[in-house]
């Protein structure tokens, strides 16, 4: 090979090689580039999202803050150089009335009252060319309702660089009070926030007004209590005043004596204003009536246009030049006495309320300082009166200090033990009293100065007669008393007399009730056999002239109880211890009550019996309902009897009275019956006396229904006038004066209908009573699944039952063998663990000596023959109850009839009432005979009793209290609806 072949070879390898490095190199920097355009590609990536990040975190911060704008409740606006707005939030469109919209462009200073804006204009541009970057002012603005609105506005000067500034954002964040940009700042935009501080102003001058307003008051009322006299103080007042408000005149008028006429008395008058005082004196109220009218119906005459005002007024306003006028009355102890007046002349004065309110404030301090002057006149007169009477009085007054020395004496007495203090060198009631009464003196000084007053009284020989003293001490000061000594010998003489009268009264009163207490228990059980044996006796005998003799006995029997009832209440209305309970009651559901108590008597004699009752009656008034029932009863009863033909007519009606809340009830009873003649008209009310020829035989009676109706009258406040004509009747008109009428509300008045719509919660009732059937007779009205009832006979018997069980409630017989009612209820009252219990008395004593002592002992009492309203309504007071509704109630009495323990027993209930209470019911019910009907209840009751049945258990309650009552006519109906009773029970088994 050739040395040229050789180099070429070693050229074409190098060449090669060189390539294959270029090669190399060229693709390390391919894969470089990729790489770099790889993270370009990456980079650029990131880029954009950081952007859109960016971007939207820009979007949401103006929302925010957009939000923000919109969300607070104070005005933002942007403005121009010229003063023209770009921008306002929500807020400022709603408080101006206008829309964006309408805002934008308008000039801000369109908004400022035209005598604010040169010196808001003025104020502004001199901080814009200062460099204040901030400032605030407090200026009205109108808004497009043409309000007035007061706002602190906070205006800021900026340009973009004032986001970087940090003194602006000091200011912002409250750590400095002004900014004052550099020279080189250039405002292009003014940002407006204008806070509303129309509230917050209107207090401040309300605040600031009403100080002035007190100080006006103050120096009336300092001025009212200076040493100047009344006529210089009330000028003085009427000065201040007037020139407060400024008006053209101000005035006080009083009232004459009579009230019927005015007179302008004080006067205070402006520049220029004409003085009326001369002129307006004696005003009859006759010539001007809206006056007065206004002044009492509306309590001011005001009119800021007296146009307005009626004739009668303007006719004496206009010829003073009056062009408007508020007038306030004076007034004393709720009466108007005068007035105070101001007169605007120059102009129509639109008064504002607090103007009103400050007039009425210094109407009444006027009224307050006439009241206080006219005290202090009636007390200088007072003074002399009472200086008069003290000389006059037959007293001696001494005025004392702690020591006794007489520091003054007054004595009008021709004799007196005190008589040497008139004497120079006497000054001390240790020179003139004995040793023990100077003594009680200096003690009873002490104990007065103490206590403020304090009486002695003391017995002194005075001329060798013991004469008796009265002594009252009244402190005067820490050292010093007034004592004024009266000598009560011939009073003290008169007490003794009168007291030795009055022992002697009371011993007879007392002999007396404790008869008649006697008779009204002994009486009526003798009566029970002497009635019964009589009507059995006259139901078996054949002998005509013996049933004739057993009919007058009856007769006679029924009137001897009817007349120891009628003693009784005639008693207690001579003796005036009848005592009167008003509560509302229904008038006309008493009134139609009698057509049902006299149904038999009413049908035996075909007599017809109509009530009306007027319109004008309310429903509801103040009356007590047994004094009205027994004056009825009486009247219709009379009616009754002495009608043998045509009718009885009552009837009611209600006459107006002065009062709005009360009438005048007139009720009458007319008859068709034999009348009365007019001679002996006035004598049919007078005890035990019926008209001449009146067959007692015939007619019965005791004589003493009408005098008891008078009685009654007079404690209700009534009368009572007779119109009869012989053979055509009579007619008895009452006239209830002045009673009250009762508002009973819807609940109310249902509430009572529903009385007995409650049931007891589980309790104990104690009954003591010595005899069994008046507990039984309790227990059957009280009769509630709740309670359990414990039973004592005696007093004694009543405390051992209470040591082992407590009760919830007492009722307590008085009249008992052994301990008695009162010593039993006197042990549980000392019993601290016991007298917390009620104890109700439970008797048939019916005088007033012994209600006082039995209301002083009981919680409550309830008179023989009890009902059942009355037990309710003590349980109700007493007792824990749970009132039901009508559906409840419904359930209750439902559950009574049918309950389970009855039901099952029917069949062994209706045998035994067939097999032997129908045989003895069939012996007794047409004899009447009263202790065979009582055996007969007592007998069925504790068959009830053992077999749970209320419907024989409830028979025989109404069956006893018709035996208590001695109402033959009530008890033949009672028995002889036994067998409906059978059938009733005997329906529960189909």
């Known amino acids: 090979m050739s040395k040229e072949t050789d180099l070429l070879l070693k050229k074409i390898e190098r060449e ?13 920097k391919s ?35 957009y939000a923000l704008v919109e969300s607070i409740t104070d005005i933002i606006c942007k403005v121009n150089l010229r003063g023209e707005i770009v921008f306002v939030n929500q807020i400022a469109s709603t408080i101006m009335g206008q829309s964006k919209e309408e805002l934008l462009g308008q000039r801000v200073l369109n908004f400022i009252p035209r005598d604010y804006r040169s010196k808001i204009f003025k104020y502004f541009a001199r901080q814009f060319l200062r460099n204040k970057c901030i400032s605030y002012f407090d200026l009205p603005i109108i808004t497009g309702q043409k309000n007035i609105l007061w706002v602190r506005v906070n205006v800021q000067f900026t340009e973009d660089r004032c986001k970087n500034c940090d003194l602006k954002r000091c200011f912002l964040a409250g750590l400095t009070d002004d900014v004052i940009s550099s020279n080189n700042c250039e405002f292009n935009e003014i940002i407006i926030v204008a806070h509303n501080i129309t509230e917050r102003r209107r207090n ?28 210089s103080n009330t000028n003085e007042a009427v000065r201040i005043i007037g020139q407060h408000t400024g008006v053209s005149r101000v005035y006080l008028f009083e009232d004459s004596a009579d009230g019927l006429s005015t007179s302008n008395t004080y006067e205070w008058c402006n520049d220029g204003i004409e003085s009326q005082i001369h002129e307006l004196q004696e005003i009859p109220y006759s010539e001007i009536p809206s006056w007065k009218k206004l002044l009492k119906e509306e309590g001011i005459v005001y ?11 303007r006719l004496i306003l206009e010829p003073q030049g009056i062009k408007s006028i508020i007038v306030l009355p004076l007034i004393e102890s709720g009466n108007i006495f005068g007035f105070i007046g101001f007169d605007e002349c120059d102009s129509n004065h639109q008064w504002t309320k607090s103007e009103i309110e400050l007039l009425r404030t210094v109407s009444s301090t006027i009224s307050t300082a006439f009241l206080r002057h006219r005290i202090q006149t009636d007390l200088v007169i007072s003074e002399k009166e009472n200086r008069g009477i003290i000389d006059s009085i037959p007293d001696e007054i001494l005025r004392l200090n702690r020591e006794g020395t007489v520091i003054s004496y007054k004595s009008r007495c021709d004799v007196s033990i005190f008589e040497k203090l008139n004497q120079p060198e006497v000054n001390s009631i240790i020179d003139v009293l004995s040793e023990d009464l100077s003594n009680s003196f200096i003690s009873s000084i002490e104990e007065c100065i103490v206590k403020g007053n304090f009486e002695f009284n003391f017995s002194s020989f005075h001329h060798d007669t013991m004469q008796y003293f009265e002594a009252r001490f009244v402190k005067l000061n820490s050292t010093e008393v007034l004592v004024i000594v009266r000598n009560v010998s011939e009073i003290k003489e008169n007490e003794k007399q009168l007291q030795i009268a009055k022992n002697k009264a009371e011993q007879a009163s007392k002999a007396k009730s404790e008869f008649l207490a006697n008779v ?31 009919h007058t006995i009856m007769t006679s029997g029924r009137n001897l109880l009817a007349l120891i009832n009628d003693i009784l209440d005639l008693s207690k209305i001579e003796s005036g211890k009848m005592n009167i309970e008003l509560e509302p009651m229904q008038c006309k559901v008493v009134i139609n009550q009698m057509k049902q108590v ?40 009379n009616a009754i009897k002495f009608t043998s033909k045509g009718f009885i007519h009552v009837s009611v009606s209600a006459a107006k009275t002065s009062d709005p809340n009360a009438i005048n009830l007139i009720l009458s009873v007319e008859d068709t019956g034999i009348g009365i003649k007019e001679d002996q008209q006035a004598d049919v009310f007078k005890a035990f006396t019926q008209q001449s020829g009146q067959s007692n035989r015939y007619y019965e009676g005791t004589g003493l229904g009408l005098t008891i109706v008078g009685g009654l009258l007079k404690k209700l406040n009534g009368e009572i006038s007779l119109k009869s004509e012989v053979g055509r009747g009579s007619k008895f008109t009452i006239k209830f004066k002045d009673v009250k009428i009762a508002e009973v509300s819807a609940e109310e008045d249902q509430k009572a209908k529903e009385l007995n719509d409650f049931v007891l919660e589980p309790c104990k009732i104690l009954i003591v009573d010595d005899l069994k059937f008046n507990i039984l007779v309790l227990k059957r009205i009280i009769e509630f699944d709740n309670v359990t009832f414990l039973e004592a006979e005696s007093g004694e018997q009543a405390i051992e039952i209470m040591e082992t069980e407590q009760p919830d409630i007492v009722f307590m017989d008085i009249r008992m063998p052994g301990m008695n009612g009162y010593d039993a209820t006197e042990v549980i009252r000392n019993n601290p663990e016991w007298n917390h219990i009620p104890v109700v008395a439970f008797t048939a004593s019916i005088m007033n000596d012994e209600l006082e002592r039995i209301h ?12 059942r309203k009355d037990v309710f309504a003590v349980l109700k007071r007493f007792m824990k109850i749970k009132y039901l509704n009508a559906e409840d109630a419904q359930i209750i009495e439902d559950e009574v009839k049918l309950s389970g323990e009855c039901i099952a027993a029917l069949p062994e209930i209706i045998e035994g009432l067939e097999s032997k209470f129908i045989t003895d019911w069939k012996k007794i019910k047409n004899d009447l005979i009263i202790y065979e009907i009582e055996d ?12 749970s049945c209320i419907i024989l258990d409830n028979y025989c309650k109404d069956l006893d209290l018709a035996i208590q009552s001695f109402d033959i006519e009530l008890i033949e109906k009672q028995i002889g609806g036994f067998d409906k009773v059978v059938i009733e029970l005997k329906t529960y088994l189909q």
């Open 16 to 28: 090669r090689l060189a390539r294959k490095q270029a090669e190399k190199l060229l693709e390390e």
């Open 31 to 65: 894969l470089e580039l990729y790489e770099s355009n790889q993270q370009l590609k990456s980079l650029n990536n990131n880029l954009e999202h950081l952007v859109e990040e960016r971007t939207q975190k820009l979007f949401d911060t103006e929302q925010e803050y």
């Open 204 to 231: 401040e001058l309300e605040i600031a007004r009403n100080l002035k307003q007190q100080e006006i008051l103050t120096e009336i009322s300092v001025n009212y209590n200076s040493i100047s006299d009344f006529e």
């Open 303 to 313: 009119s800021d246009k007296i146009e307005q005002l009626p004739e009668d007024i």
């Open 520 to 550: 009204s228990h002994e009486i009526r059980t003798p009566m029970n056999a002497i009635l019964g044996f009589s009507e059995w006796l006259h139901s078996n005998v054949e002998n005509p002239q013996h049933k004739n003799y057993l």
């Open 598 to 637: 006299f149904k038999q008597k009413l049908e035996a004699k075909n007599l017809a019996f109509n009530i009306s009752v007027d319109s004008s009656v309310p429903m509801y008034i103040y009356m007590d309902e047994v004094r009205f029932y027994q004056i009825l009863f009486n009247l219709v009863g």
């Open 856 to 867: 002083k002992l009981f919680d409550e009492y309830l008179q023989k023959p009890v009902f």
């Open 936 to 947: 007969f209840s007592k007998n069925l009751s504790d068959f009830a009793f053992k077999k």
